[in-house]
């Protein structure tokens, strides 16, 4: 079965600070996803990345595919109370994009 | 668009009872997909539907769970006799077909007891 590695598991910083977590497999995806979820809702899509190395930016978030594209990381720059929730990564199996495989997640603090 | 709308939000049975969760994608959308997240296991998905077909159903756990999609609007996953080891939170999710991006619902909190 393919597995989704994130890390770190929990976070909690200050506001201001930045921080980066990352999303590890060894397993080849053919493009990973990036979603946001918050306390009793569903998941949120941030970000898909393709081409293997590609790095995309959302505001003060930058997300980079791994160039062998196995592994991805989600960097934030001066985190905000509203950056808070748990942050999941999703791989679409190579040859099958339909299903994807999903880390456990980052929950990530950010306090005042 | 009101998104995709899941029913109940919160369920609480009795073990051996039958539950059956709701979801109604968003229009237009052609697959849906139905997740369980769990605090040990994550996001695991169960089944997903294109064009009101199921294509891969080799997430259901056991024979106690189904699902089906009557047509493109109404999609329910039934447990059936449920049991504590069920409990989670079920997501329904719908995209259009080809598109990676999923919309998820605000999800199902299923408590048996």
């Known amino acids: 079965t393919q597995l989704l590695e994130q890390s770190p598991q929990f976070l909690s910083i200050q506001e201001g600070e930045n921080l980066t977590v990352y999303c590890n497999s060894s397993s080849v995806f053919s493009s990973l996803q990036w979603y946001r979820q918050e306390p009793g809702e569903g998941p949120v899509l941030l970000v898909t990345?393709?081409?293997g190395g590609e790095v995309k930016k959302l505001k003060r978030l930058t997300f980079q595919f791994g160039d062998a594209r196995k592994d991805s990381s989600l960097h934030i720059t001066a985190a905000q109370p509203g950056d808070t929730g748990l942050y999941l990564c999703a791989g679409a199996e190579a040859g099958n994009n339909r299903k994807l495989i999903w880390g456990l997640g980052t929950s990530l603090a950010v306090n005042p | 668009d009101a998104g995709v709308i899941q029913s109940p939000r919160h369920e609480v049975t009795e073990m051996g009872q039958e539950v059956t969760l709701r979801c109604k994608p968003i229009?237009?959308?052609?697959?849906l997909f139905w997740y369980r997240q769990t605090m040990m296991r994550g996001l695991e998905l169960l089944i997903y539907f294109n064009n009101n077909v199921p294509i891969d159903d080799s997430g259901m756990p056991e024979d106690r769970f189904s699902a089906k999609m009557p047509n493109a609007s109404f999609s329910t996953l039934k447990i059936q006799p449920s049991e504590p080891r069920d409990s989670a939170v079920y997501f329904c999710?719908?995209?259009?077909?080809?598109?990676?991006?999923?919309?998820f619902g605000q999800g199902t909190r299923l408590t048996v007891v």
């Open positions: 990345v393709v081409t």
């Open positions: 229009s237009g959308h052609n697959s």
């Open positions: 999710a719908s995209s259009l077909w080809g598109d990676t991006e999923a919309f």
